[in-house]
């Protein structure tokens, strides 16, 4: 099956730690992005990477960083300077920055203890 | 700057109703418009897309309509079932930035009582 895989589905942070949460794509898109999603608020671009190796800031990238060494890969982690890190993370790829359509994966529930 | 309105925020609705959800938004220079579902606790569905120079997309028993000039896109659906009980989110792809982001409404949570 074709698709985005996240993991984990849930994940706790203790106060100064990072984590890091895994975004897998196989279907062959060179766009990936990183969402958060807060209650009763739309979606906020984080990070996306128009192709490996590079990627650039969206609107909230603070506190947060990425990488894209493979086509296929977009972890995402989130550092002890994010302030309020608790949210939903939602990654997304398209075929390309301009494709018409992104796909979703299922999402990462991140709380902080 | 671009701004997604969706009102209502939440919605309950019997079975078998016809319904409408709407979205605007402050800066009509869009590419295209979607709208997506999205179900407690997990990623979002696309289910239609509007290009800019279209007023409507049909998929179903769903209708997407666009009016650029007034800032406005409803999602009507038809003869409404349980199953489509989720959260609706439109966004708006703007074409002023060589980056085609996406910039989402809130979203409407609805509700189909059985």
């Known amino acids: 099956d074709g698709g985005i895989t996240q993991s984990p589905k849930y994940l706790f942070r203790k106060e100064g730690q990072n984590v890091t949460l895994s975004c897998e794509q196989n279907?062959?898109?060179?766009?990936m992005y990183w969402y958060r999603q807060d209650p009763g608020q739309g979606l906020r671009l984080i990070y996306y990477?128009?192709?490996?190796?590079?990627?650039q800031k969206g609107d909230i990238a603070e506190g947060y960083s990425v990488s894209r060494e493979k086509k296929e890969s977009f972890p995402l982690t989130v550092t002890s300077a994010q302030k309020n890190p608790t949210a939903f993370y939602l990654c997304?790829?398209?075929?390309?920055?301009?494709?018409?359509?992104?796909?979703f994966g299922p999402g990462t529930r991140l709380t902080v203890l | 700057k671009q701004e997604v309105t969706q009102i209502p925020a939440a919605l309950s609705v019997p079975e078998g109703e016809n319904l409408v959800l709407n979205c605007s938004f402050t800066?009509?220079?869009?590419?295209?418009l979607q709208w997506f579902r999205q179900d407690p606790g997990k990623g979002l569905t696309s289910l239609l897309l509007?290009?800019?120079s279209q007023r409507e997309q049909t998929s179903g028993r769903l209708n997407a309509s666009l009016d650029k000039s007034s800032g406005r896109s409803t999602l009507y659906i038809a003869a409404s079932q349980p199953g489509d009980s989720a959260t609706y989110l439109c966004?708006?792809?703007?074409?002023?930035?060589?980056?085609?982001?996406?910039?989402w409404g809130a979203g409407t949570k609805l509700i189909i009582k059985p």
């Open positions: 997304a790829s398209s075929i390309s920055l301009l494709g018409l359509e992104q796909f």
């Open positions: 800066d009509s220079a869009i590419y295209n």
């Open positions: 990477s128009q192709i490996v190796n590079d990627f």
């Open positions: 966004a708006v792809r703007r074409e002023k930035d060589s980056n085609y982001q996406l910039i």
């Open positions: 279907l062959n898109h060179d766009a």
């Open positions: 509007i290009q800019s």
